[in-house]
């Protein structure tokens, strides 16, 4: 049966990614007095490295302009990563970034049939907080019994760190949830603790799984359509509850089908 979702935040619950982190690191770049920017492309290649700090060490590694010395480097890391964050929660409190379709409609399925929820990102809980706010209220966040973020869950996707730990604090064995992702990191995370995953392809994964690291369960363009979805969805509609539980059910014949 399945009893909760486990939902990553960029990228699958809204795309935060090119207009929220994005502009928010060149904010930085610009209030630290860098000349550094990321365009739309090199955020998207920089994407191949999980959380934003390591970002900017994998970034500056190549750059002939930063700090030669390694702790000069993760000071200066450190503080544009701050930069950022305060940026991005003025951009996120603005309602520029909005759900994706669907994700609000899947929530309040969830919440009337009494499917529990998580998130397990790689994101600070602050970033999280924040749009939850921004796009569900005052007590968006309440809606999530469980949140694993970056300070619970250091070691970032694609290691299982931050799905072992949610599953941990929800008391559910893997073939009682399902994952909600956009990215072969998530996906390999949350393979690597034996859960099943649903893919809504984001702007910049959008081409990302044509050889998928593992099979996910299934994998469409957004929870809002029905066109698109592999396995194949008949019907006008959503993704909805019903459909989830569907392709649960029949990812658990499969296992035990091979078993
Ligand atoms: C995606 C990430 C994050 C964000 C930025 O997280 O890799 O690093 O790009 O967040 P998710 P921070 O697991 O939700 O897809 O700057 O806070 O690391
Ligand atoms: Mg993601």
């Not at 009337?112 to 970033?127: D, E, F, H, P, S």
Request: proline letters at 7%; hydrophobic letters at 45%.
């Amino acid at each position: 049966m399945l009893c909760a979702l486990i939902w990553d935040v960029d990228g699958t619950l809204a795309e935060t990614e090119r207009d929220g982190h994005r502009v928010a690191f060149n904010q930085a770049f610009e209030q630290a007095g860098l000349p550094w920017r990321w365009s739309e492309a090199r955020y998207g290649e920089l994407l191949a490295v999980a959380g934003g700090r390591e970002r900017l060490l994998h970034d500056m590694a190549g750059r002939a302009d930063a700090p030669a010395g390694w702790a000069q480097r993760e000071s200066l890391a450190r503080a544009l990563h701050g930069l950022k964050n305060a940026a991005y929660a003025r951009i996120v409190s603005s309602g520029r970034l909005p759900l994706r379709p669907g994700v609000r409609e899947l929530l309040d399925d969830c919440a009337a049939a009494g499917v529990r929820l998580a998130i397990a990102t790689t994101t600070g809980t602050a970033n999280v907080q924040g749009l939850l706010q921004a796009q569900l209220g005052p007590q968006g966040a309440q809606r999530f019994e469980c949140m694993v973020c970056a300070e619970q869950a250091p070691r970032k996707k694609p290691d299982p760190q931050v799905y072992r730990l949610a599953l941990q604090q929800l008391g559910c064995a893997p073939h009682e949830v399902l994952a909600l992702e956009d990215s072969p990191a998530g996906l390999r995370a949350a393979a690597a603790c034996g859960i099943a995953t649903v893919i809504t392809r984001s702007v910049y994964f959008a081409d990302a799984f044509q050889t998928p690291p593992v099979r996910p369960l299934a994998i469409g363009p957004s929870l809002g359509e029905r066109e698109g979805w592999q396995p194949v969805v008949p019907g006008p509609g959503r993704v909805n509850l019903a459909l989830l539980r569907d392709w649960h059910d029949s990812g658990l014949q499969n296992m035990s089908a091979c078993a």
